[in-house]
C-alpha cells in the first residue's frame, strides 16, 4: 500500500499538472494508505496542438492507486481547476468531491451534461475540518477572480502542508475578504510546507484592489455618452456585479451575449453572487425602445476569440449588434499569455469600424488581476512561515522568481523545490528530499475521446498545415503485372492542381517509371516497396520543383 | 497618362503595403506622369498563414503604370523595407534603386543570389537632390536600430511630401545623429504632407537611448563571472558593435553562432560599421582554450525562433554549445508582436536548465527600441508643421493614437487622414480628399513561387491542420455499373485507421449504400453527385460518431 518511492514516515507532495504551465492544475498530497487530490483542471492549447480541444492530466497514478484516494478538493470553480473532472470520473472513481458555493454549483451544472457518471458532492464550510484517519483538511478564505476562492491546509502527523490555490490580497474587495486570522493561525500552529502560486510572482509590488476598478467602471459609465460594449472573463462574477451596479447607477440596461456569459449570470444570479433588480436584464434581446445612453452590452470575447460575440461585433458579423457611432468598447480584462495576438486584431478591428476603445492601461484601471504579485506572495510566506516551500502554478521562470522571494522571506534555500510535474517532493518533520516520479503526461482530448489522439497524429496536422498533402492513387491488375489506368493525382493545401497540369503529368510519368520494375512477371508484387519508391521519387521532384514538401500518400489498389 | 482618380493638379500618395499592419511597407508618390516609390519591404505572417514564408503587395498598379515609375526609394536596410525588392523586379522594371551606405550593402548582397534580374543602383548621398521632371528628391538623416536610415522629402509643384521612414530620436546615439537642422529646414521651407511611422505611438514619452542600452551591457558584462550569451537581432548593427566594445573592455573573445548574424558581422565589418581588432571574433568556432569569463557568446534566435541558435541552446540540442552552470544568457531586445509564447518558452528552458537570464525590464536596459514614441513623434510634427498628415507603418490603433497626437500638435483634425492599403489620398496645395482606390492584396510567398497560393490552399491547410483528412476511394466498373472492391479508406491526421477497424468498417459500408442508388444500369454514372453524397454522408457519420470534422475527399476511379 504505501508508495514504494517514499519512507513510512514521509508525505508525498506531487503535482500531476500545473508545474510549468498554466492550467491542468492538479495537487496530490499521499501520506501512507491516504490519498488526497487537490483540483482537477483542463489546459487549454496553443496553436501548436493542431485542432485539440483541451490538455488533461495522465490519470495513471490514481488509476493505480484508487484505493488510497480520500477525496478530491477544489479550491475554486475556473476550467483549468475544475475542467478535468468528467474525464477524471470516467477514469477514476473518486469517493467525494468538496467544494465551496460558487464552484459547487458550477461544477454540477457541468456535470448535468454526463449523467452517466456518479458522483457524490459535499459542501465544505471554512470552520468546518474534514477528517480522514491520517490526514485532516481545513478551509481558508483568499481573494481572487472569482467568488468562493479557498486556500486548503492538510494536517498530517509529519506537519501541515498549506496549498494557497490561486490567490491575490485586496485590501478592499467587492466581496468577501480574505481570512487573515485563519491563516496567521495556521501559520502560527506551524506549517512544514507551503505551495503557493505563483502566477504572477513577475509582477511588482500589489495587484489593484477590485475597488478601484469598480470606481473606473463607473465613472466610465458615466461619461460615455452612447453605448457601453463591455467584455470580461464570463467566470468574473465580480466584474460582471460591479457592471450590473455601475449600470444601474447610470440608468443602463443590459443586454448579455455570449452563451457562456449567459450562463455565469444564470448559475450566479440563482446562487445569489449577482444581484440585480428585475428588469436590470434585456432577456428579451430587444433593445429597439432604448437610448443609446441607457444601453450596457455586455458580452463574451475578451480574449479575442474568433467566434466570441465581442470578435463578431468587431469584424460586423454579429447577427443582432452592427457597431454604430459613439459606441465606446471597453476590454475588462488582460489577455492571456497567448491571446495577445486574437485581441489585438479585435482592436484594431474595432477601431477600423469607428468605435472607440478602452483597455487596462495606467490610466484606465478597467480590468485586476486575480493573482497575487511579489508583496502578496511574500504576505502569504510571511503568515504561513513555512519550514519547506514550494512554488506552484505557473511557467517555470514564475516558479523560480516565486523560490528567489520564498529564500528573501527566510526559508532556507536548500528547503526550496522547484519540481517537474511527477516529480515527488518526500518530506517528514525534519527532512526534505526528492523521492522518484509518478508517471506524467499529457492527454489530449479532441472531440469526444480523450487519449486517442496520439501524437503521430498531432505530428501529421503540423506537417499537413505546413505544405498540404498530395496523394497518388495507382490501380494494378495482380493477374497480368499492369498498371491498369493513369495514376490519380489529388491534393489538398498544397497547390491548385488545374493551375498545375504540366506537373501532374510529369509526377503521373514518374509513379509510372518507379511502378514499372515493380511488375516483373513471376515476381510477388511488393507493394510496401511501390509505395516508398512513390513518396522518395514524387517527394523529390516535387521539392525540386516548388520548394516544397507535401505529406506524400500513395494507396496501391490491387484488383 | 495621369492617373484617372486625380485630377492634373493633384499629388497621389497611397500604400501598396503598411497600414493597418507591420511590415511590407510600400508607399507611392504620384503626379503627373511620374510615380516615385519608397520601400518595397515583406511582412512574416502569423501562424494562421499555414506554411508561407513571406507576405509581398499585390504589384499589380506598379506593373500597369510602369512607364511612370521614376526610382524605388529605400529608406533603410531592414526587411520589412527591402525584403520584397527581388519579387518586385521579377515583375516591374525599376529603372534605379536609390539608396544609402548599409541598406545598399544589404541589397546588393541580397541581389547576389537573383543574378538573372537586372538592377541598377544610385547610392544617394545626404547632400544630393534627385531630380525628375516634375518631382525633386531630399534625404534626411534619422536614428533608427540600424545604421543609414533616412527620411525622404519629396518636393512638387504642390507641395513637398515627407515620408520619415522608420524612426526615433537619441540624442546620444551610437552613431549619427539625425539631422534635425535639415529637418527644421525642410519644414521651414513648408511641409505640405507629412507621412510618419506609427509603430510605437502607443509609448508614451521618449525610447530609452542607445547611450543608455551601452551602459548597462558593459555593466553587466563587467559583474557576470561566467559566460555571457548574449542574443539580438541580427540587423541590429549598432547593438552588435555595444555587444563587441563591452567584450573588448572585459577581456572577453566573441564566438557568432547563427547564419544571419555572421552575414551581418561580414557585411557590417566590410563596410565599416563594426569595428573590432584582430581576433576578437573566434571565426574557428574553437573555445576550448579559453576561460568562461573571458567568452561571450553572441548569438540569434532572440525572437524564440525554434531554429536558431539560442533554442537550440535552450533545448539541449545544439552542436556546439551546452548550458554549463554560471551561464547568463542576455536578451538584448523585445518580442515581435507574436512571437512573445515562443520567446517564453526559450526563457523557460533555459531557467529550468539552469542558466540566469536577463530580459529588458525597468531594472536593466538592455534593448532600446528604434521606434519613437509619442514625444519623439510630436517633435517630427514640430518640426515638419505640416498641413496634411498621413499616419504610416503601424496596425490600425497605432493609425488612431498616431492621428490623435497629430490634432494634438495643431494638425486640423480635417486634414488627418488614416488610410488603408490601396486607398488615394489626393492632394493639391490647397485641398485634400479621398480619391479612389488602387487593387491592393496580400500576395503569398511560398518556397520557391509567387502568388501561386490561393487562398483557397491556406485555408485548405488551415482545416487539415485542425482535424486532418479522410480519403475514400472508390472504383466502379463502367460496363457493369458495380463497384469493383470494397472502398478505400485512408487518413492522415484526423484518427489511427488500425485503432478503429470498426469505424472503417462502417464507413466503407455507408459509401457503398451511397454509391449504389447512382448506378442504375442504363443510366449515366453521375460522378459528382456520388462525390457529393459521399462528402455528406461520412461527414455525418464521423461527427457524431467523433464530433470532428476532418476533411473529406472522395475519388471516384472509373474503369
Known sequence: MQNENLKPNEIGIFALGGLGEIGKNMYCVEYANELIIIDSGILFPDDNLMGIDYVIPDYTYLIDNQVKIKGLFITHGHEDHIGGIPFLLKQVKIPMIYANGLALGIIKKKMEEYPELKVKYHEFTENETVRFDKMEVNFFRTNHSIPDSFGIAIDTPQGTIVHTGDFKFDFTPTSNDANYAKMAWIGDKGVLCLLSDSTNAELDDFTESEKEVSATIHDLFKSIAGRVIIATFSSNVHRIQQIVEASIQTNRKIAVFGRSMEKTIEVGSALGYIHAPDGTFLYSRNMTGISRKNLTILCTGSQGEPMAALSRIASGTHKQIALIPGDTIILSSSPIPGNQESVNKTINLLYKNGASVITKSPFADVHASGHGGKNELKLMLKLMKPKYFMPIHGEYRMLKTHAALAIDCGVHANNVYVLDNGQILALSKDSGRMAGKVPTSDVYVDGLAIGEIGSQVIKDRRELSKDGLLSVIMTINQDRHEVICTPTIISRGFIFMKDNEQMIKTLQTLALDVTDHYLEIGKK?????????????????????????????????VL
Chains 1, 2 share one sequence.
Open 525 to 557: 508484387i511488393n507493394i510496401n516497396g511501390i509505395k516508398n519508391d512513390l513518396v522518395k521519387s514524387l517527394g523529390k521532384y516535387i521539392f525540386e520543383k516548388t520548394n516544397r514538401e507535401p505529406m506524400i500518400t500513395p494507396v496501391i489498389m
